[in-house]
């Protein structure tokens, strides 16, 4: 497997999203794990769709996810472009959640 070179880490505030672009060489499966995320007991949507443009990533396959393990979503890929989001699903006046996620392929 092939690890994108850092983990994506950052906050999410609730209502929101943030992506990361992802190159893959050739075809095989694109990975994502959920390390971590804070506070205790958070719940992340995690998705992987095409970057299309300057517009923001839109999932074509999603999952709510609690830090585990192992990949929370494994999808096969060609080679090319893709992006990791990760969105809140925290209730409107709660709180931001910060998250580490793994990307990797295969």
């Known amino acids: 497997a092939t690890?994108?070179?850092?983990?994506?880490?950052?906050l999410v505030y609730p209502g929101g999203s943030v992506s990361r672009a992802v190159?893959?060489?050739q075809a095989g499966t694109l990975s994502v794990t959920l390390l971590s995320a804070t506070p205790p007991g958070a719940r992340l949507g995690i998705g992987v769709g095409v970057p299309y443009g300057g517009a923001p990533c839109s999932a074509t396959f999603v999952t709510h996810a609690a830090p585990a393990a192992g990949p929370v979503l494994s999808i096969p890929v060609d080679a090319g472009y893709y992006c990791v989001v990760a969105f809140s699903l925290a209730e409107p006046d709660g709180e931001a959640t910060g998250f580490v996620i793994a990307i990797a392929t295969s």
């Open 3 to 10: 690890t994108q070179p850092a983990p994506f880490s950052t």
């Open 23 to 25: 190159s893959v060489t």
